[in-house]
């Protein structure tokens, strides 16, 4: 089975700090994403990546930076993190084979921002 | 852009009743494929169903169908004889067929589905 990691369940930060999130798949795939959750709203796309090194903003990048070095690992960065930020976020992967491969979910990150 | 509507933000039925789900979705492609997730209290989002639009016959899994209906970007999810771990908030996607699947997808905002004993 696939494992999507997220390296924390929970997460209570505050206003201006730098947060990482950090994601970890184990099954090899090229594509890796990150979405944020919130009520009422359902999941956006906040940035993807499609190969090492390689990143794409998807609909609501504002106030996000993301890095992967290494295949298995996609992070996400709220370089001065605001209240506005405090939400679900879910990191998920695919194989880069094609459009019909599901995506697979982590568990997700509740952050808050005090 | 695309955009994924759910007009239901939430559904409730007894156990063992079949539940329909709606979804309708805009878009200019033409070849592209959908989706329902469903994530439960526990949080993981699981993949329940795909369909790909160039199939004319809807998709079926166990006891989950899709009415997919391409010329009124409808996507419906059909759920037979319900179970209580059916309960969960239950997402439709979107994802272009270009980009090879690395494009991310679209979501609607959602159907909290509760299923009573």
């Known amino acids: 089975d696939v494992k999507v990691t997220q390296s924390s369940r929970y997460l209570v930060k505050r206003t201006g700090e730098k947060v990482f999130l950090e994601c970890v798949q184990d099954m090899d795939h090229e594509n890796m994403f990150w979405y944020r959750q919130d009520p009422g709203l359902g999941l956006r796309l906040i940035y993807f990546s499609y190969d090492v090194k390689m990143k794409e903003k998807g609909d609501i990048p504002e106030g996000y930076s993301v890095s992967r070095e290494k295949k298995e690992r996609f992070s996400l960065i709220l370089e001065s993190a605001s209240t506005n930020q405090t939400s679900m976020y879910l990191c998920?992967?695919?194989?880069?084979?094609?459009?019909?491969?599901?995506?697979?979910f982590g568990d997700g990150t509740r952050l808050s921002i005090l | 852009a695309q955009t994924v509507t759910q007009s239901q933000p939430e559904m409730s039925v007894q156990e063992a009743e079949t539940v329909t789900l709606s979804c309708t979705y805009d878009?200019?492609?033409?070849?592209?494929?959908l989706f329902w997730y469903k994530q439960p209290p526990s949080r993981q989002m699981i993949l329940v169903i795909r369909?790909?639009?160039?199939?004319?016959q809807n998709a079926t899994e166990n006891r989950f169908s899709v009415n997919f209906q391409k010329a009124a970007k409808s996507f419906s999810l059909k759920i037979s004889d319900s179970q209580l771990g059916d309960t969960a908030m239950y997402f439709c996607?979107?994802?272009?067929?270009?980009?090879?699947?690395?494009?991310?997808?679209?979501f609607g905002k959602g159907t909290h589905l509760i299923i009573q004993p």
């Open positions: 878009t200019s492609e033409n070849n592209y494929y």
């Open positions: 369909q790909e639009a160039y199939k004319q």
């Open positions: 998920a992967s695919s194989l880069g084979q094609g459009a019909n491969q599901p995506q697979h």
């Open positions: 996607a979107f994802m272009k067929h270009e980009g090879g699947g690395a494009d991310g997808l679209t």
